[in-house]
């Protein structure tokens, strides 16, 4: 139980395309999901907390126009890199808050690697 | 201070030993912790959770929560060779909310 999935796994572009990742809760209703990023040998680092039917909430420093988040439905929550460059090559990864497990507990999906050429 | 602290390491234990792992927190109201295991370009999967002080086993993990003290460890016996990873401890700034993640420990296991 609590499985989540992310796609693509891995996402090659050019500079200055818009890049979309999707992050799925399989086997239970996630109202509230999370997206990290995490560059070679550092901590995650959380962007920002998705909300089922409302406006994400941005971490401090994260450009909430440049990744953009949107969680339609209690399964679903994607994030748009838009206009990417390089230095937003990083491994993204989603998680999800099972509210009827645990309610604190996160479960992680298995991330997207984004390179950008 | 940052609110959850970890020995980066890495840790280098022999097969068979325990590896002790260790994590401090800031914040007394924090009641719930989390330790998750990362492999190497993989995502971070949960190992267990614990919010009563003493001691918690699952299998092989013993996670120990001192909130007086506020630290919270875990425990890896007869360490296997496939237990080398990064162990992440986290902490939810409030109930119900998102998880602060501490640096994380390498922990080596070698055969």
């Known amino acids: 139980g609590a499985v989540v999935s992310q796609h693509p796994s891995w996402v090659i572009c050019k500079s200055g395309t818009s890049v979309k990742i999707e992050c799925r809760s399989l086997d239970f209703q996630a109202t509230t999901m999370f997206w990290y990023r995490q560059f070679p040998k550092q901590s995650l680092m959380l962007m920002a907390t998705s909300n089922e039917g409302s406006k994400a909430t941005y971490e401090q420093g994260v450009e909430k126009d440049k990744f953009l988040i949107n969680h339609a439905s209690l399964t679903l929550s994607t994030l748009t890199v838009t206009s990417a460059h390089p230095e937003d090559s990083s491994f993204y990864i989603c998680?999800?808050?099972?509210?009827?497990?645990?309610?604190?507990?996160?479960?992680f999906g298995p991330g997207t690697r984004l390179t950008v050429l | 201070q940052k609110e959850v602290e970890q020995n980066s390491g890495p840790l280098s234990v022999p097969e068979g030993a325990i590896a002790s792992l260790n994590c401090t927190y800031s914040?007394?109201?924090?009641?719930?912790f989390f330790w998750y295991r990362q492999y190497s370009g993989k995502s971070p999967e949960l190992i267990m959770f614990?919010?009563?002080?003493g001691d918690k086993e699952d299998g092989r993990f013993t996670a120990q929560l001192n909130k007086a003290s506020q630290y919270v460890s875990l425990l890896i016996r007869d360490s296997q060779p496939s237990d080398s990873a990064t162990y992440l401890c986290?902490?939810?700034?409030?109930?119900?909310?998102?998880?602060?993640f501490g640096g994380g420990t390498r922990v080596l296991v070698k055969p």
């Open positions: 986290a902490a939810p700034k409030a109930a119900g909310n998102k998880l602060t």
């Open positions: 914040d007394r109201g924090s009641q719930s």
């Open positions: 998680s999800a808050r099972d509210p009827a497990r645990f309610t604190d507990t996160q479960y």
């Open positions: 614990i919010y009563s002080n």
